[in-house]
């Protein structure tokens, strides 16, 4: 394998996958798709059955895919995290582009488009289920890391951004406003999600209305300990 090649299948999260055929490739997308929009709707514990149903799949095409729930809840974090990084690599092209109507254009298209991996009701999932050290989610998150802090500096250089502001603050927001709240419909938070997250990202520009309190966090803050 090229090193090209190696570098698009570990950005897929593919690297120890066997290349699939076409369909057997799109099941699995659709499984994984249909595990994160469960999990976030009825939780880590919600039936397999349930998930292969929802992806319009058979069970023994989910089980032949993933051999238990844990590895299902690594796919769908391997996804959730790619698509947040192409999401960014986007928004940076545009951030650069003359046309793109500057950083902080492309910064909020980007939030406002990483709604849809629905990240604020999947983040206890992954700290409980997922290995911390696990090297294809470490890769993955370094590249997000770098990409979104990239998207940010180009910002704060543009005059547009704050100063006083890092990565973690914006994930921080993302993830707290995109989550769920209890006892209340998941249509509900769709209805409004984007409107809190402009409201956040006002609170962003230049000029500063207020001193923030404390330290802006950093993506590392946002990493577990152990």
């Known amino acids: 394998m090229t090193t090209v090649a190696a570098e698009t299948a570990r950005c897929r999260g593919s690297v120890r996958t066997p290349k699939l055929r076409a369909d057997a490739s799109r099941n ?19 039936p397999l059955d349930e998930i292969a149903k929802r992806a319009g799949v058979g069970n023994a095409t989910l089980y032949r895919n993933f051999p238990d729930r844990v590895a299902l809840i690594r796919e769908v974090a391997l996804l959730v995290k790619n698509r947040i990084l192409a999401l960014a690599e986007t928004a940076t092209a545009e951030a650069d582009a003359p046309d793109g109507g500057g950083p902080f254009d492309a910064l909020q298209r980007f939030v406002h488009a990483t709604v849809a991996e629905k990240i604020g009701g999947l983040c206890t999932l992954f700290s409980s289920h997922i290995d911390p050290h696990d090297p294809d989610l470490t890769e993955v998150r370094e ?54 997250l402009q409201i956040f990202l006002d609170g962003l520009r230049t000029p500063v209305r207020s001193v923030l309190p404390g330290r802006a966090a950093t993506f590392e803050d946002l990493q577990p300990k152990n």
């Open 28 to 46: 699995r997308e659709r499984i994984v798709l249909a595990a994160r929009d469960a999990f976030v709707e009825h939780g880590a514990d919600v």
């Open 143 to 196: 590249r997000l890391r770098s990409a979104v802090g990239g998207l940010m500096e180009r910002a704060r250089a543009a005059g547009e951004l704050r100063p006083d502001v890092d990565h973690g603050d914006l994930f921080i927001a993302m993830s707290q406003l995109t989550r769920p709240l209890p006892n209340t419909s998941c249509r509900l938070l769709d209805e409004f999600v984007h409107r809190h």
